[in-house]
């Protein structure tokens, strides 16, 4: 299926899809790098789903790999022009196949932190932050869509304090489901993120 959108990705297609995943990849990565997650995501899900894994617009600094935007120094102005552009992306997988609010976006590390941020300006059926942190100029209105949040206890790239900050504050703002799990890991996906998902089915 093809999308006039601003953002290269891949996918897996579905024809007949009635739920749709997109990922947003980690810095140092590329739009394959979640595909297999997405794929178990599906697989464990009785719905069909359609895969779309986006690929991050600028070159690493170490020439291999993908990323959102600067970050050795942090460039939040780039990051904001990012958001904006991967904000009229998910807008326009807002169809009438597919609406937003039958679409889970999901996000690690720099993905999630874009993920969180243009995903909490619109109306999405869940959003699952991996191993994230907020932008600077962040903040959660008042009613936000369905949030899961893992984190790794002893991950030292993303200090589990950064997850721990966006759920409080969506808590104190939203009535929507919001939950926070932290597991014995590192700046990794959970082993256990796809059952967690696949519990929350309930939402759609």
């Given at each position: 299926m ?52 986006l ?37 326009k ?30 109306n ?64 990794e ?16």
């Open positions: 093809k999308y006039d959108i601003d953002h290269e990705f891949v996918s897996i297609s579905s024809q007949t899809a009635t739920h749709r995943i997109i990922l947003t990849h980690g810095w140092g990565a590329d739009a394959d790098d979640l595909l297999a997650l997405g794929k178990e995501i599906t697989e464990k899900i009785n719905l069909d789903f359609e895969v779309i894994s690929r991050a617009p600028g070159l690493h600094p170490s020439g291999q790999g993908r990323q959102w935007y600067g970050l050795y120094p942090h460039d939040w102005k780039g990051a904001e022009v990012e958001v904006n552009k991967l904000l009229g992306t998910l807008k997988f807002d169809t009438d196949h597919i609406s937003l609010r039958k679409t889970i976006l999901l996000g690690f590390s720099q993905g999630a932190a874009m993920a969180i941020d243009a995903g909490f300006k619109l999405l059926g869940l959003i699952v932050s991996c191993s994230g942190y907020p932008h600077p100029t962040w903040l959660p209105k008042n009613q936000c869509p369905p949030l899961i949040i893992s984190h790794g206890l002893y991950d030292d790239v993303v200090p589990i304090e950064a997850s721990r900050f966006i759920y409080e504050k969506v808590k104190k703002k939203s009535s929507n489901f919001c939950e926070l799990i932290e597991f014995d890991g590192f700046h996906i959970d082993l256990n993120l796809v059952n967690i998902i696949s519990s929350k089915m309930s939402i759609f």
